[in-house]
């Protein structure tokens, strides 16, 4: 199957400072991918969809300027947490759709443990 | 919008049968996937149904009734392993081209006892 790749797989900051994740398609192009956050014990949350080319287009309730969202090519994504704060600490995942017998299936990355101090 | 209900915890007996029903309203459906999600992972994908019926994988099966909304996840000859997060999401037809985004439903929490 199609592997994404999100790095890092945890990090740990002090409140104020800002985080980027990465998240790479490995063996296809995605024009568009998804950044989702899950707190404990609860479901994935969809944030935004990141467009390649374009801006991204958040979900209701996500701050725009809080969470950059940069499609630089048709392989990666980033999502910057700027000014983190401890209620930011979450497990933050991306996805990739991929055309095939699913019908554009997404495929996730292995998910972003960020804790914010 | 979209509105997906599943069971918030399930346990069962190790070689037993389980079923996680998932129940969702949507304006367009375009699809319906189940994954399992062990804590501190992303998910990994389960199955999908698009049509009607019973889609067979293994262990595990999944079920579809578009009329009614509903789907159910079964899983066979349960092991310990098994012990995990089961996440029924229903895709969205309204948007277009690959952006076709995937709600997900809160989860069900399974714990399966020796």
């Known amino acids: 199957g199609a592997v994404v790749s999100q790095h890092p797989s945890w990090v740990i900051c002090k409140s104020g400072t800002s985080v980027k994740i990465e998240c790479r398609s490995l063996d296809f192009q995605a024009t568009t991918m998804f950044w989702y956050r899950q707190f404990p014990k609860q479901s994935l949350m969809l944030m935004a969809t990141s467009n390649e080319g374009s801006k991204a287009t958040y979900e209701q309730g996500v701050e725009k300027d809080k969470f950059l969202i940069n499609h630089a090519s048709l392989t990666l994504s980033t999502l910057t947490v700027t000014s983190a704060h401890p209620e930011d600490s979450s497990f933050y995942i991306c996805?990739?759709?991929?055309?095939?017998?699913?019908?554009?299936?997404?495929?996730f990355g292995p998910g972003t443990r960020l804790t914010v101090l | 919008g979209q509105n997906i209900d599943q069971p918030t915890e399930m346990t069962a007996t190790e070689g037993a049968i389980v079923q996680i029903n998932c129940t969702y309203q949507t304006s367009g459906f375009n699809g319906l996937f189940w994954y399992q999600q062990h804590a501190g992972e992303a998910p990994t994908f389960l199955s999908y149904?698009?049509?009607?019926g019973l889609e067979e994988k293994g262990r595990f099966s999944s079920f579809l009734s578009r009329s009614k909304g509903y789907s159910y996840l079964l899983l066979k000859e349960l092991q310990m392993k098994d012990s995990a997060s089961y996440l029924c999401?229903?895709?969205?037809?309204?948007?277009?081209?690959?952006?076709?985004?995937?709600?997900f439903g809160s989860g069900t929490q399974l714990t399966v006892l020796p």
């Open positions: 149904n698009v049509l009607d």
């Open positions: 999401a229903v895709r969205d037809s309204r948007n277009v081209g690959s952006a076709r985004q995937l709600t």
């Open positions: 996805s990739a759709p991929r055309a095939g017998k699913r019908n554009n299936e997404q495929f």
